[in-house]
Structure formats: structure tokens, C-alpha cells
């Protein structure tokens, strides 16, 4: 039941005319589109369902206290491994959100750095120089500039070498959408016909806030219109047709038709972050609702199975092979050294501001027990 301090939207209205190639319950709505490599397709599956598992253990990991608080994405990893799926790792670039560890995963992070950067261990943030990998961005749409402004860089090389540019694939939730670099980010974008892409994960909720408490719109799409860029609506709970158009979105930038705004509609069924009561705020049949009749997993593998590509023995062992990695990886991020108090201030800035210095060395005379 529906109290005073929730809100419920059944059904709901964002799904209206969304772009998708397999229905919820796995039918394909448009079986032209579906990849006609079933190798394809299982790896699709395979790489969507391993960063699920993840954040299934990771829940467990915090709260045995083993992990800091932790943004859980559960339910909405067909948003982040699709649109990434359409990247050419570790080349092209990647901006996350700190909801974004799907992404990081499909991009090729590994797990112990994912578990060292929710233990806010430095390790976690020391991210491979030959990966074009941005850390997990916690202040809300402070990558999208960042994006606009690689994709710029990788413009301008790919002129100066000859060659197709490099893209830049940046992520934001929808309460993101009201944050002022949002608009920095996109209209530079736009105006410089920059190489990027820039996915809205638009699942419902900004913390505690809906969507239509945010904006009058419409849609968040719609924006796209206002700087000059194309933009599409899709469902972002069916991998296939995420993937389909963020491909679109990345040929159109490489050949140097400039950005493209993707809203992806999503749900998060699960709470804002390990610490959150989302039944203060909603009502938990839109969140069972989504649960249960629109997985993003359990859409793909009921097609898959249909076709006779995939079976329970299958599933059992890939899930036990991504519990054997994630155990081999815990063990990596439990061997980490332990870290200094200082050493939270390094890999900020490449050269310390003076600031940055002389805090350092207040933080080193009280672990020693002298005075700065």
C-alpha cells in the first residue's frame, strides 16, 4: 500500500515509446537486430551477468564490514555493460559514475581494484596508465566536462595523425540532469562536434527525489534538442538494445559527426546506496514490480534459452567460476599494504599544490607524534 511519504508510478510512464529489440519477457521485438553471432550473444549475456554476481557479493562484502559504503547498481547493469560493450577497450575512454562499477567492470577493471576503491584504499584510484579508465565520480556530473574535454584532445589527434578519433563514453544518473555541468559538459560537446557519448541512466530516482519532481520535460532526451545534438530514448534493461544504439552513437562520433545524449530508462530496484531505506520514499511494489517482471538478466537468458543457447548447467558453472574469481581477487585486495593517513592526498593533482603539501606534512608530524 501507497502511505503518505511514498510515491508509486504503476505502470510506468517513462517506458512510453522507448526504443528495444527484446520485449521483458525475452520475445524479440525486432529479431532483425538481435546479433546473429550466438557466440556474441553468450558473451554479451556472460559479461552483463558477472558484474550482477559482483554486486550481488558486494552487498554481503559490506556488511561484514569488509567494504566502505557501497552505491549498489543491481538491476541496472544492462544500462552499463551494454552501452560499454560498444567501446573499443582500453582505447576509447571511459567517465563512470560512482554508481558506475558494471561499467568498470565491463571495461576490464579488475576486481580487487574495484573492492580497494570502495575500501577508499589509494590503490583503488591507481588506475593503469595504458587504460583509458576514469576513476568513480562521486561529485554529481563532474565528468561530462571532463568527457567533452578528452574528446576534444582525441579530436584534435586523430586530425593531426589521420586517423578515426579515439571516443569518450560518460555516464550520469538522472538526477545529474539538474546539475549545472550537465549543461557545461553537453553544450561544449556540441558546439565543438566533440567525439562523446553521454548515457543518462534514468532510474527514477534522484536519491529521493522522482523524476517528474526534477522536470517538466517530458523526457530527458529532450534536452538533447536544446544543444544541438541528437539524442535517443531506450530501454535500459535489455542489453541488445542498448548496445545497439550506443554502436550507432560511436560510428556517428568517429567519423566525426559529433556527440550523441542516450537516455537510458532503468529502475534502480535496490537501495540508493548500502545505507538507504528506500521505503521511506517509495513504494516497494514499483521496485518488486520492475524486479520481477523486467530483470535485464533474466530477459536475455529466457531468450537465449528459447534458442537453445544457454541452459541451467551453463548458469550454474558460470556462476561459479565468477565466485572463483572474485575470491581470487579478494585475496589480492586483502594482500594490499596497509596505507599511511597521508597518503589519501596523493594522486590528485600530478603536482601538489602548496596546500596539498603542507597538509601532507601535518598529517606525517602527528603520525610521529611531533608537531607540524
Excluded at 563532474?142 to 595523425?161: F, S, T, V, Y
Excluded at 561544449?188 to 520535460?217: C, H, L, M, Y
Excluded at 517482471?293 to 530477459?299: A, C, L, S, T
Amino acid at each position: 500500500m501507497t502511505t503518505s511519504h511514498t510515491r508509486s508510478r504503476l505502470p510506468d510512464p517513462r517506458l512510453e515509446g522507448v526504443f528495444c529489440i527484446l520485449d521483458a519477457d525475452g520475445a524479440p521485438r525486432q529479431p532483425e537486430l538481435v546479433p546473429a553471432d550466438p557466440a556474441r550473444l553468450i558473451a554479451m549475456y556472460r559479461a552483463m551477468r558477472r558484474t550482477r554476481i559482483f554486486d550481488e557479493r558486494a552487498l554481503v562484502l559490506q556488511r561484514q564490514g569488509r567494504l566502505g559504503v557501497y552505491p549498489l547498481f543491481g538491476g541496472m547493469e544492462a544500462t552499463q555493460v551494454g552501452a560499454v560493450l560498444a567501446l573499443d577497450a582500453p582505447h576509447d575512454w571511459l567517465a563512470p559514475t560512482y554508481r558506475g562499477t558494471g561499467c568498470a567492470l565491463a571495461y576490464g577493471l579488475p576486481m580487487h581494484k574495484v573492492i580497494l576503491s570502495w575500501r577508499a584504499h589509494p590503490d583503488g584510484s591507481r588506475l593503469d596508465p595504458d587504460s583509458h579508465l576514469l576513476p568513480f565520480y562521486t561529485p554529481i556530473a563532474n565528468q561530462l566536462p571532463h568527457a567533452a574535454g578528452i574528446a576534444l584532445a582525441e579530436k584534435r589527434l586523430a586530425e593531426r595523425d589521420g586517423r578515426e578519433p579515439r571516443v569518450a563514453l560518460a555516464f550520469v544518473g538522472d538526477g545529474g540532469t539538474s546539475e549545472g555541468d550537465f549543461h557545461v559538459g553537453l553544450n561544449f560537446a556540441a558546439v565543438f562536434k566533440v567525439p562523446a557519448i553521454f548515457v543518462i541512466e534514468n532510474n527514477g530516482w534522484a536519491i529521493s527525489t522522482p523524476t517528474d519532481r526534477q522536470t517538466a520535460a517530458a523526457t530527458l532526451a529532450s534536452r538533447g534538442e536544446g544543444y544541438g545534438m541528437p539524442s535517443v530514448r531506450v530501454d535500459g534493461n535489455d542489453l541488445l538494445a542498448v548496445a545497439h544504439v550506443t554502436e550507432g552513437a560511436v560510428a556517428r562520433a568517429r567519423r566525426g559527426a559529433g556527440p550523441t545524449l542516450i537516455e537510458a530508462i532503468t529502475y534502480r530496484v535496490l537501495p540508493h546506496t548500502s545505507s538507504d531505506d528506500p521505503a521511506r520514499y517509495r513504494d516497494s511494489a514499483e521496485a518488486d514490480e520492475w524486479r520481477e517482471k523486467r530483470d535485464p538478466g533474466m530477459r536475455l537468458r529466457t531468450y537465449l534459452t528459447g534458442r537453445g543457447l544457454w541452459n541451467d548447467a551453463q548458469e550454474e558453472t558460470m556462476i561459479s567460476a565468477v565466485d572463483a574469481e572474485l575470491r581470487s581477487e579478494l585475496e589480492l585486495a586483502d594482500a594490499a599494504p596497509g596505507i599511511e593517513p597521508w597518503e589519501l592526498l596523493e594522486h590528485v593533482f600530478e603536482t601538489p599544490t602548496p596546500e596539498m603539501v603542507e597538509q601532507q606534512a601535518e598529517l606525517r608530524a602527528l603520525h610521529s607524534g611531533g608537531k607540524a
